[in-house]
């Protein structure tokens, strides 16, 4: 009988031991959100452009303002997204725009100083919040967190229990 306890206790390590390494390689390959604020010139006759990796079902979120130069703080803007589509928003001096990716790839935002003749300053804040099943991805690792300790700690609680 003192052999099957030990068994018993050995098949219990080994399965907790696979479960905090399965939730440890899921949390290593899943990514955050991705934040940024960024500051950057655009030079005159000049394009300058900020690529964001981007999966299906990413929120995107980006804000920019156009600052210095002495006549107006506009540049020409336009984005080329993950599908191919371009939507050009033409001369701005900011804008703050959302919206879902429908395709893996990359989204380049293209600031366009090509027709101003000096130098613009552009201070831009991007957000990149990825999803897992429809839930924002932070509060889907939680949910994992929160359900990988419950489970340790019934699988403490029964390993300890006398038989």
């Known amino acids: 009988m003192a052999n099957a306890e030990v068994n018993s206790m050995i098949s219990s390590d080994k399965l907790a ?3 905090f390494f ?3 390689v899921f949390v290593i390959l899943t990514q955050t959100a991705d934040a940024s604020s960024t500051n950057f010139t655009v030079d005159v006759e000049q394009e300058v452009t900020r690529t964001l990796s981007l999966a ?3 929120r995107v979120f980006i804000h920019f ?3 210095g130069g002495q006549s107006e703080n506009t540049l020409n803007f336009y984005i080329t997204y993950p599908n191919g589509t371009v ?3 033409g001369a701005i001096g900011s804008l703050t725009c ?4 429908d395709k893996d790839g990359e989204c380049v935002l293209h600031f366009s100083n090509a027709d101003f003749s000096e130098s613009k300053l552009v ?3 991007c957000e990149v919040q990825h999803y897992v099943f429809g839930i924002p991805q932070m509060l889907f690792l939680t949910m994992v967190i929160v359900v990988f300790c419950v489970g340790a700690v019934a699988v403490f609680i029964l390993r300890g229990k006398p038989r």
């Open 17 to 19: 031991s696979c479960l």
């Open 22 to 24: 399965a939730a440890l």
């Open 56 to 58: 299906v079902e990413d």
């Open 65 to 67: 303002s156009v600052v």
């Open 87 to 89: 939507k050009s928003y």
């Open 98 to 101: 959302r919206f879902v990716c």
């Open 123 to 125: 201070s831009m804040d």
